[in-house]
């Protein structure tokens, strides 16, 4: 155990986290150059993409430290998206220390301090490391000083290094030894694992991805799963080295895989307890949460044909994703669909992109909407995810709505921009506090409703990108909700309905004409969008028809070109969605609840 | 459904810079094509039964002299049995349209002659890169009619940067006054692979703006009509139905048509096929006894079914709906009835006596209405 760290790597977006851990691995020799690839953590061609980690990942990197010893150095990489920030918190809870790393050229960054905050919550060692010290513009005195002043972090602590060049990784290596503390923990305990990640494989079924706190854990062991109670037979443990290492036992201490006859990873929770069977701990380790899905919306398939293929996609989706949830659903203008949960908009945007991109599916997202809370007349109770099921408004008593409270943090400048988001926001009770000279940390309650509703996009632009947001529901709160509709030529589309504060009813309706003109493209006629709430007109834009659009020339040579371009622009409409006689492009759906600024 | 023949001759002796159909400017190749083409002729010779149009394209067909035209038809005749009342058309610049050229050219037994006049307009016509003057022009119709020719199609272009409405009216107007039994009017096209479309992708020069081609088209429609011409086809207007090109409405509905000669299209039941596009290569494949074909396709019944709608949504005659549900196996008004009856009620097409036919707006659609 004495030589044994657990340690992630924590970053504002960009900062090259993911090319740090690629050097790391290089450099410990796990996997051979010939098959080594970039990013090697992010599996996922939408993580690369991006430049986000979506999945955690953990990887075991032998090495043969200065002091000639041989260390096992558990790296265990983190999401970095406030939607999955309780995985984030699992991850780090895994370990005893982290790289914080730092662009050499952008300085100190939002994510850099609301990182810092989370990694301190865990009492875990900080290892500050300055990367990008390659390029023109990069200013490591005035990043020391900020590490000083705007982290408390001791700067001669921090490492530089060039990621892209290799240079300094061997004396990061060094410091993980040296600084970040051995796990502590008693091999013949109890045994106490959590489950930091879970990841289905189509041949051994579940791979839960765990640190061992407590105890020993061996091929054999019936294992409980303290907050499911459910009990499995551990089929195999080991290690993550590339490929996988089968061992006979993980120990207080080390980082982990167990593999127990689990067929989906829905069958495991996050941030639970494995304990022993014959021998369980008496109470769970610490900071489990259930994972509950805060926003709403429903998939169809843009060809009605493919529904059943989307039922089999999403099955089989569904088994490496437990926080998505999905039931059956159908809608007027769309057909059979599902109503699916997701743990955030961008949790949404991602199953949406890896649904057609892995499952090669064309598929429509309704307009998401949080989950309200109606007290009937008859006194009856009822939630209401989808605007479809809005009650008869004269049957209902109380109209209720889930409120966060959002912790954000900023550079003080932006204080004016940010209170004014949040005020139109209908953010109230806030308190705020200085954690350090010229950086504010601001808490308020918020309707969520508002927060999914473009709120993190124009956080983000009002504090050029310094500002950092993270958020708890709290409660659910009346309302004055109204159901806002919207009509394309006179037809009601019910998956463009929302339900929203009646005070922002306008403003919304307005929003959603404007967005869904710019989204549908021009047709050989007028279209008319209105928004309506109860039988009234509240916002209206007319799509003009094109009046032109025909090739001069069509003779023997034309003909195939013309077929040819024909047939990809066919083939575009059919990822539209035909309401009517007006074809409505995917991207509508969800553009309606998307800011100006993005 | 009698098919026709195509003849390609991919010279000229400079290039437009609007214009992307295949040809070279130097003409020392003229004879070795000539004897391939001949050559190519013999490759399909017993292979069909009839045809009743001939048409040589360009290129600049006017560039060969008179003898050379007549070695041409000549082997068409031995190859090919053509009708009694086969229309031949050459295309001619007017340019090479003197008084000596025009009476040999009605000799050689062509009985239509296509003439791409493209402007009145010098500043026009200077800009397009043509080589002739609109005095040229006019004096080669003069000729033309002298020779005998009575069936004269005159082969105009607008939608030029610069051109204003009274310019291309004048055009208009001008031509009118020859009494052309054929007018084409193309709307200026920036292909991509032209000068033309060099400078515009580089930023030069701003295409012309959509309302005023709206008004170019509609105008020019409706000048036309009110003068005695059918608009038959998107950029077509002919003076009574017989003035129509009967060749080219082979293209429109399908009927067979073998194209002869470098980067010639051939089409023939469901299969098309086309000639390579370089007169070099043309030349050497004849000369080593492979048919010179780059490529060739067969359509499927939905390919076919799909060119058929947008190949008949661009002429006058639309789609007989019967004969259309007949051939392709679909019922358009099953099918699509509620959003032809919006295209109707926006006037862009007409529904009667089981016809589908656009309207004179709905022409200006026609690469949009097959993709309802």
């Known amino acids: 155990m004495k030589n044994t760290r657990n340690f992630s790597i924590i970053a504002h977006i960009d900062h090259g986290k993911s090319t740090l851990a690629d050097r790391m691995i290089q450099y410990s020799g796990v996997v051979n150059d010939r098959n080594f690839k970039n990013q090697i953590l992010d599996s996922m061609d939408i993580e690369r993409e991006r430049g986000i980690t979506i999945k955690s990942q953990a990887i075991t990197l032998p090495y043969r430290s200065k002091d000639g010893e041989d260390y096992i150095l558990n790296l265990i990489d983190t999401p970095g998206h406030v939607d999955f920030s309780y995985e984030v918190s699992r991850s780090l809870a895994s370990c005893e220390g982290v790289l914080l790393l730092i662009d050499a050229a952008q300085g100190v960054q939002?994510?850099?301090?609301?990182?810092?905050?989370?990694?301190?919550?865990?009492?875990?060692?900080?290892?500050?490391?300055?990367?990008?010290?390659?390029?023109?513009?990069?200013?490591?005195?005035?990043?020391?000083?900020?590490?000083?002043?705007?982290?408390?972090?001791?700067?001669?602590?921090?490492?530089?290094?060039?990621?892209?060049?290799?240079?300094?990784?061997?004396?990061?290596?060094?410091?993980?030894?040296?600084?970040?503390?051995?796990?502590?923990?008693?091999?013949?305990?109890?045994?106490?694992?959590?489950?930091?990640?879970?990841?289905?494989?189509?041949?051994?079924?579940?791979?839960?991805?765990?640190?061992?706190?407590?105890?020993?854990?061996?091929?054999?062991?019936?294992?409980?799963?303290?907050?499911?109670?459910?009990?499995?037979?551990?089929?195999?443990?080991?290690?993550?080295?590339?490929?996988?290492?089968?061992?006979?036992?993980?120990?207080?201490?080390?980082?982990?895989?167990?593999?127990?006859?689990?067929?989906?990873?829905?069958?495991?929770?996050?941030?639970?307890?494995?304990?022993?069977?014959?021998?369980?701990?008496?109470?769970?380790?610490?900071?489990?949460?259930?994972?509950?899905?805060?926003?709403?919306?429903?998939?169809?398939?843009?060809?009605?044909?493919?529904?059943?293929?989307?039922?089999?996609?999403?099955?089989?989706?569904?088994?490496?994703?437990?926080?998505?949830?999905?039931?059956?659903?159908?809608?007027?203008?769309?057909?059979?669909?599902?109503?699916?949960?997701?743990?955030?908009?961008?949790?949404?945007?991602?199953?949406?992109?890896?649904?057609?991109?892995?499952?090669?599916?064309?598929?429509?997202?309704?307009?998401?909407?949080?989950?309200?809370?109606?007290?009937?007349?008859?006194?009856?109770?009822?939630?209401?995810?989808?605007?479809?099921?809005?009650?008869?408004?004269?049957?209902?008593?109380?109209?209720?709505?889930?409120y966060i409270r959002a912790i954000m943090m900023f550079p003080e400048r932006h204080m004016g921009a940010v209170m004014k988001l949040c005020k139109e926001k209908r953010g109230e009770n806030s308190t705020l506090s200085y954690p350090s000279p010229g950086r504010i940390e601001l808490i308020i309650e918020m309707p969520l409703a508002d927060v999914i509703y473009d709120f993190y996009d124009r956080l983000k632009s009002v504090t050029q990108g310094y500002g950092s947001f993270d958020y708890d529901i709290i409660d659910y709160r009346q309302s004055n909700l109204v159901l806002l509709d919207i009509l394309v030529n006179g037809d009601r589309v019910d998956a463009l309905s929302q339900i929203v504060h009646r005070g922002s009813a306008r403003e919304r309706g307005l929003r959603a004409c404007e967005r869904l003109k710019e989204e549908i493209p021009k047709q050989m006629f007028k279209i008319a969008i209105q928004g309506a709430v109860g039988g009234e007109i509240i916002s209206r834009t007319t799509i003009s028809a094109y009046r032109k659009d025909v090739t001069a020339k069509c003779y023997g040579g034309d003909i195939t070109r013309k077929r040819k371009l024909l047939e990809k622009q066919k083939k575009g409409k059919k990822r539209m969605k035909m309401v009517g006689s007006v074809a409505i492009p995917q991207s509508a759906f969800i553009s309606i609840l998307k800011s100006d600024n993005t | 459904m009698v098919p026709g023949i195509y003849i390609h001759i991919p010279f000229c002796l400079s290039k437009c810079g609007y214009c992307d159909f295949y040809s070279v400017t130097s003409t020392e190749k003229i004879s070795p094509f000539i004897k391939s083409l001949l050559k190519e002729m013999e490759m399909y010779h017993g292979c069909f039964s009839r045809f009743d149009t001939l048409y040589l394209g360009g290129g600049t067909p006017s560039l060969l002299d008179s003898a050379q035209i007549e070695e041409i038809i000549d082997g068409i005749r031995k190859h090919f049995p053509l009708s009694a009342d086969t229309e031949v058309t050459i295309e001619a610049n007017p340019g090479d349209l003197s008084r000596e050229a025009a009476e040999?050219?009605?000799?050689?037994?062509?009985?239509?002659?296509?003439?791409?006049?493209?402007s009145f307009d010098e500043h026009i016509l200077s800009f397009l890169g043509r080589r002739h003057s609109s005095i040229d022009a006019i004096s080669a119709i003069e000729h033309i009619r002298n020779a005998g020719f009575d069936n004269m199609g005159l082969d105009l272009i607008y939608g030029v940067l610069g051109q204003n409405m009274e310019s291309w009216m004048n055009t208009l107007r001008k031509a009118l006054s020859f009494r052309p039994e054929h007018l084409s009017c193309y709307q200026l096209t920036i292909e991509p692979s032209t000068p033309l479309g060099i400078q515009y992708r580089a930023g030069e020069i701003d295409p012309p703006d959509e309302d005023l081609l709206y008004d170019f088209f509609m105008r020019t429609s409706e000048l036309l009509e009110a003068s005695g011409y059918s608009h038959y086809e998107v950029s077509n207007f002919a003076r009574g139905d017989e003035c129509m090109s009967k060749h080219n409405r082979k293209y429109w509905d399908h009927t067979p048509y073998l194209g002869l000669g470098p980067a010639a299209h051939s089409f023939y039941g469901n299969r098309r096929?086309?000639?390579?596009?370089?007169?070099?290569?043309?030349?050497?494949?004849?000369?080593?006894?492979?048919?010179?074909?780059?490529?060739?396709?067969?359509?499927?019944?939905?390919?076919?079914?799909?060119?058929?709608?947008?190949?008949?949504?661009?002429?006058?005659?639309?789609?007989?709906?019967?004969?259309?549900?007949?051939?392709?196996?679909?019922?358009?008004?099953?099918?699509?009835?509620?959003?032809?009856?919006?295209?109707?009620?926006?006037?862009?097409?007409?529904?009667?006596?089981?016809?589908?036919?656009?309207?004179?707006?709905?022409?200006?659609?026609?690469?949009?209405?097959?993709?309802?």
């Open chain 2, 104 to 118: 040999s050219l009605f000799k050689t037994g062509i009985n239509r002659i296509s003439i791409g006049i493209q």
């Open chain 2, 273 to 372: 096929w086309w000639n390579h596009r370089c007169v070099d290569r043309y030349i050497e494949e004849i000369n080593k006894g492979i048919p010179p074909i780059e490529k060739s396709e067969i359509l499927t019944r939905e390919q076919l079914r799909l060119e058929a709608l947008y190949l008949g949504l661009r002429t006058k005659m639309g789609i007989d709906m019967e004969e259309f549900s007949k051939q392709n196996g679909c019922d358009l008004l099953d099918e699509k009835g509620a959003l032809l009856r919006t295209m109707e009620q926006e006037g862009l097409i007409t529904i009667t006596d089981n016809r589908l036919c656009p309207t004179r707006s709905g022409l200006l659609v026609s690469d949009s209405l097959p993709l309802l």
């Open chain 1, 110 to 402: 939002a994510q850099t301090v609301a990182n810092l905050y989370m990694a301190m919550e865990h009492d875990l060692e900080i290892i500050p490391v300055i990367n990008k010290i390659d390029l023109p513009s990069a200013d490591v005195d005035k990043v020391m000083e900020q590490i000083d002043s705007e982290l408390g972090l001791d700067p001669y602590m921090s490492l530089p290094c060039s990621a892209k060049e290799g240079t300094g990784v061997e004396e990061i290596m060094e410091a993980i030894v040296r600084n970040i503390p051995p796990p502590k923990g008693d091999p013949a305990a109890e045994l106490a694992a959590t489950i930091f990640d879970a990841q289905y494989d189509s041949f051994r079924g579940t791979i839960i991805h765990c640190r061992v706190f407590e105890g020993t854990i061996r091929g054999g062991d019936i294992v409980r799963l303290m907050h499911d109670e459910t009990t499995h037979k551990v089929e195999e443990v080991g290690a993550f080295l590339l490929p996988r290492q089968k061992k006979d036992s993980l120990s207080a201490g080390d980082v982990g895989y167990i593999i127990a006859g689990i067929k989906t990873v829905s069958d495991v929770q996050i941030g639970d307890t494995i304990t022993l069977d014959k021998r369980p701990r008496k109470e769970p380790l610490p900071g489990f949460k259930e994972s509950k899905p805060v926003v709403f919306a429903s998939i169809y398939p843009i060809a009605s044909d493919d529904y059943e293929e989307l039922a089999v996609s999403l099955e089989k989706y569904k088994l490496n994703d437990a926080s998505f949830v999905y039931q059956k659903d159908s809608s007027i203008a769309l057909g059979q669909g599902f109503r699916c949960g997701f743990l955030g908009l961008l949790h949404l945007e991602i199953v949406q992109e890896r649904l057609e991109r892995e499952y090669d599916l064309s598929i429509i997202l309704s307009v998401p909407s949080v989950r309200y809370r109606f007290t009937l007349n008859d006194g009856e109770v009822i939630y209401i995810d989808n605007p479809a099921y809005y009650p008869d408004p004269m049957s209902i008593t109380t109209s209720e709505e889930p």
